[in-house]
């Protein structure tokens, strides 16, 4: 029981310092990708190299 009284200090600290991260990350734009969100939308993924595999096995 002694031990709950340092692991859930420790646990909220941690917690806290990985909440932190995240909204530093939210708010400095890390998750922001303009430039790729455009050259996105002009890929062609349903090209003729796109296809479904065919067996290569002739019968």
Known sequence: MNVLVFLIPVSLILGGIGAAAFIWTLK?????????DAARILLDED????????????N
Do not use: F, L, V
Request: proline share 14%; hydrophobic share 15%.
């Open 28 to 36: 400095t734009d890390q998750y922001d990708d303009p430039a790729g």
């Open 47 to 58: 090209g003729p190299d796109a296809g479904p595999i065919e067996d290569s096995k002739e």
